[in-house]
């Protein structure tokens, strides 16, 4: 797509003055601090961007109190502006700022030309007061799984604790402050960018993670949303552990599908010719037995299989790298399932795995204000057991089980999440994939299903059929298209839901 490169903007730093915006209110609410180019900043995945950064509330609700700096990426309209595009990405913990660029080539020039487009960097990574831990997230070890006896479950809670208190401790952040990084504080730092930039109404997209920001937001201030779009769905009406078993469940499905796939692909079929299922649960087992070492690379065990196989779950192109793998590994060649399970991991720039915590752990009500998340942790795994989620091929189940044990986790006083969206005054599109290990299919349908047809402004769903964990953006016309037109026209598709195939 086309790209015109953003003019270097003079700014006027005298307080209360800029180039674009609304003017700064009393000291007691958010103030402009700075606007430059975010190559400037240090934002070098928005260098066609323009970083704009408030001092916003750290408690929204006591804004005379202690203020963060939060940064926005703006893309101004190459036109007259017709509206703001706002791209809330995934995680939680993720920079948006660090892939600002690379999606912004790819939007439509009609999108280029009308709309001021936004990324952000939410309050706790990248420009925006970031909280890390990567010493202590990287070198953190606790584990519990249902079958743990009470006394490695009390282990695991002294562990946990453990690891919530020195996460703090490294990243020097008061955990007194650990409920203000909550997606309901956040979103209000969008509001406040809102009011600057002097725009009515935004019009939302949120991918993954992303989702559960865009609805916050839109429940928060449906007056303010010209549309919005959640891709890869978050429920904000399903919460933990709910959400984790469906999670476990949907890795999983998505590792079946995935092999019998590859049993229909005569290539693939060729390979390694059988039952692919049959045959990854009997290297499983063999593994678990007797791990293998392929020339110059690490034990393969059956640990290594289950890691290759869930960090490939996520995209098609990942999935056939995996069964490849998983076909050289039958024949006695363990190199792809080595680089693939035994891969090296690490932080990375554009994450915080602090910020992933600190946001999920407040997002929901884990433990009752005043209650014993060690009797938590009980009901947890009870649910987990009664789920079956050990007897999975995969599961991703206990990645939230530490937020029993986060800093603040019985002292946060007790929340309600935004009831479901029924008739908002606001057109929708939901998007997912049938085959999203991430944000399975069926939180997508349970927003869908609660919007009410013919109630209020459109809605409409765009289903992919083998696709992968967040859909719009990657090329295929059957889903950009309509999506594109959304953005640009507030108008969703005359059929209500769209099926496309990867």
Request: proline share 8%; net charge negative; charged share 20%.
């Amino acid at each position: 797509m086309r790209i015109r490169p953003v003019l270097v903007l003079v700014v006027l730093l005298l307080a209360g003055c800029r180039i674009d915006g609304t003017a700064s209110p009393a000291p007691d609410g958010w103030e402009f601090v700075s606007e430059q180019p975010c190559a400037d900043a240090g934002a070098d995945g928005a260098s066609d961007f323009s970083c704009v950064t408030l001092s916003v509330p750290v408690d929204h609700a006591q804004p005379a109190g202690e203020h963060w700096d939060v940064t926005f990426g703006v893309l101004r309209a190459e036109g007259e502006r017709k509206g703001v595009y706002v791209t809330a990405t995934g995680g939680p913990g993720s920079s948006g700022l660090d892939v600002a660029d690379s999606y912004a080539a790819a939007f439509p020039d009609d999108v280029r030309q009308g709309f001021d487009v936004v990324f952000l960097d939410q309050r706790g990574i990248g420009l925006s007061q970031e909280l890390r831990c990567d010493d202590t997230y990287y070198s953190y070890s606790g584990f519990v799984d249902t079958s743990s006896t009470p006394a490695e479950r009390d282990a695991f809670a002294d562990a946990s604790t453990g690891f919530g208190e020195d996460c703090f401790a490294e990243a020097g952040v008061d955990p007194a402050t650990a409920p203000r990084y909550a997606t309901a504080q956040a979103v209000e730092d969008l509001e406040d960018f809102r009011q600057w930039l002097d725009a009515p109404e935004l019009t939302l997209y949120g991918e993954s993670y992303g989702t559960q920001y865009v609805q916050t937001y839109a429940a928060a201030h449906p007056d303010r949303v010209a549309g919005l779009l959640v891709d890869g769905v978050v429920d904000l009406a399903t919460d933990q552990p709910e959400f984790a078993v469906e999670q476990a469940q949907g890795q999983s499905d998505v590792l079946v599908a995935t092999l019998a796939r590859c049993d229909t692909n005569p290539v693939c079929a060729a390979v390694a010719p059988g039952d692919s299922l049959a045959d990854y649960d009997a290297l499983l087992a063999r593994l678990a037995a007797d791990p293998v070492t392929p020339p110059g690379g690490d034990p393969v065990d059956d640990y290594t299989l289950r890691a290759a196989a869930g960090s490939s779950m996520g995209d098609p192109y990942a999935r056939q790298e995996f069964t490849d793998a998983l076909n050289d590994a039958l024949v006695g060649d363990f190199a792809g399932l080595d680089a693939l399970g035994n891969g090296g991991y690490g932080p990375t720039s554009d994450f915080s795995d602090a910020l992933y915590y600190a946001v999920e752990c407040q997002d929901y009500d884990v433990v009752p204000e005043g209650g014993d998340p060690r009797a938590v942790l009980d009901d947890w795994l009870d649910a987990g057991a009664a789920a079956g989620v050990d007897q999975l091929r995969l599961s991703s189940f206990y990645g939230d089980v530490d937020c029993l044990f986060w800093p603040g986790s019985t002292t946060t006083p007790d929340f309600a999440r935004p009831a479901p969206v029924t008739d908002p005054p606001y057109p929708v599109m939901v998007l997912n994939a049938d085959t999203d290990p991430a944000t399975p299919f069926v939180g997508a349908r349970s927003v869908f299903r609660d919007l009410v047809p013919g109630a209020g402004p459109a809605d409409a769903a765009i289903v992919q059929l083998y696709g992968p964990h967040v859909i719009y953006g990657r090329g295929d016309p059957c889903i950009d298209e309509p999506v594109d037109a959304f953005i640009t026209t507030g108008q969703v598709p005359a059929q209500r839901v769209t099926i496309c195939t990867w």
